[in-house]
């Protein structure tokens, strides 16, 4: 199984620019979630989707952040404007919900940078 | 509101010693209990869960945890420190352990291995 995939894994941009993370699950994962890394805050849960439904965007910091998942295989996480304070890693993670407690399999992340 | 608390951002330790890395967890429901690994630039790899039943849960790489109630703990530990354990370890409580909602994690330990 090749795990949960995500590109790019570095991104560079700057201030203002719109920018589009890109995040592939495990077949027959059902529920996908976008957490987000600082130095500051730690890892937060963005939003979680299941069955390709959002279930809860509350972690969303702003309006400038958005996800879809038009399918069980592909998510983004789009930032539009960016802003330099939007730097961190972003991780993308999925499970497999059965009625089971259930693991969380994470992608290596993307590393934002915006200047 | 369910949350983690881990107690100390940098542990060290000399090759070879225990490690006990400590998580207290608050939850209004029986929480589910996990601690995963991040290595330098990687994704979060799972290292051992509670759910329910034995309270002494074993995990991946020698490493071991006890869900004790009474404490609202779920302390990490390993008996013997290898130089390859040096990496950042995050506890993460969830209150549906079914995949209906994300991760709350604390905000991480360092873990240091001195030779």
């Known amino acids: 199984d090749a795990g949960v995939i995500q590109s790019p894994r570095h991104e560079v941009t700057e201030m203002g620019q719109e920018v589009t993370l890109r995040c592939k699950p495990i077949?027959?994962?059902?529920?996908l979630f976008w957490y987000r890394q600082t130095m500051m805050r730690g890892l937060e849960l963005l939003i979680y989707f299941n069955n390709n439904v959002p279930i809860d965007d509350s972690g969303m910091p702003e309006d400038r952040f958005s996800a879809k998942m038009p399918n069980a295989s592909f998510s983004t996480l789009k930032i539009q404007p960016s802003e330099p304070r939007d730097s961190a890693v972003y991780f993308c993670?999925?499970?497999?919900?059965?009625?089971?407690?259930?693991?969380?399999?994470f992608g290596p992340g993307t590393r934002l940078t915006v200047t | 509101a369910q949350s983690v608390t881990q107690l100390g951002s940098h542990v060290s330790v000399s090759e070879g010693a225990l490690v006990l890395l400590r998580c207290n967890y608050s939850?209004?429901?029986?929480?589910?209990l996990f601690w995963y690994v991040q290595y330098p630039n990687q994704g979060l790899q799972l290292l051992l869960k509670y759910t329910t039943g034995a309270t002494l849960v074993k995990g991946i790489n020698g490493f071991e945890a006890e869900f004790k109630k009474s404490e609202t703990s779920f302390h990490l530990t390993k008996p013997s420190a290898h130089m390859s354990d040096a990496a950042e370890y995050f506890c993460a409580v969830s209150e549906s352990g079914g995949g209906a909602d994300g991760l709350t994690f604390g905000k991480g330990t360092h873990l240091i291995i001195q030779p």
């Open positions: 077949s027959g994962h059902n529920s």
């Open positions: 993670a999925s499970s497999f919900e059965t009625g089971r407690p259930y693991e969380q399999y």
């Open positions: 939850s209004s429901v029986p929480p589910y």
